[in-house]
Nanobody
Framework: QVQLVESGGGSVQAGGSLRLSCAASGRTFSSYTMGWFRQAPGKERDFVAAISWSGTNTYYADSVKGRFTISRDNAKNTVYLQMNSLTPEDTAAYYC????????????????WGQGTQVTVSS
C-alpha cells in the first residue's frame, strides 16, 4: 500500500506560479515512476507530467510544456510540480500518481493516487 499526500495548491492570478508537492510513504519510492494529472470540473482526468524513477527522464503534456517542471527528491520521497505562467485554463484539481512501469501518460498505468489539491487561476 502507498499513501500519497499532495500539498501546495491554492489560488493565484494569471501569470503567477505555484509549486505542488506530493509526499509518498509505504513503498520504495525511488523505484517507481511518478506522475501528475489534473481534472477540471466536468472533464476527464488529464495527464500533466511524469518523471522516471531516477529523475533522468521526464515527459509533459503539450499544454504545459515549457511552463511546468516535474522533479523528485528520492531522499525525501517527494515529487514536485513547479508551475509557472499559470493561466485560467490550468484551473483544476491536481493529483499525483505512483506508477509501476516506465513513463506513461495513461492514468490506468498508475497504481496509487493522492487525494488531490486544488489550483485556481484567476484572470
Amino acid at each position: 500500500q502507498v499513501q500519497l499526500v499532495e500539498s501546495g495548491g491554492g489560488s493565484v492570478q494569471a501569470g503567477g506560479s505555484l509549486r505542488l508537492s506530493c509526499a509518498a510513504s509505504g513503498r520504495t519510492f525511488s523505484s517507481y515512476t511518478m506522475g501528475w494529472f489534473r481534472q477540471a470540473p466536468g472533464k476527464e482526468r488529464d495527464f500533466v507530467a511524469a518523471i522516471s524513477w531516477s529523475g533522468t527522464n521526464t515527459y509533459y503534456a503539450d499544454s504545459v510544456k515549457g511552463r511546468f517542471t516535474i522533479s523528485r527528491d528520492n531522499a525525501k520521497n517527494t515529487v514536485y510540480l513547479q508551475m509557472n505562467s499559470l493561466t485560467p485554463e490550468d484551473t483544476a484539481a491536481y493529483y499525483c500518481a505512483f506508477g509501476g512501469g516506465g513513463i506513461t501518460t495513461r492514468a490506468d498505468a498508475y497504481n496509487y493516487w493522492g487525494q488531490g489539491t486544488q489550483v485556481t487561476v484567476s484572470s
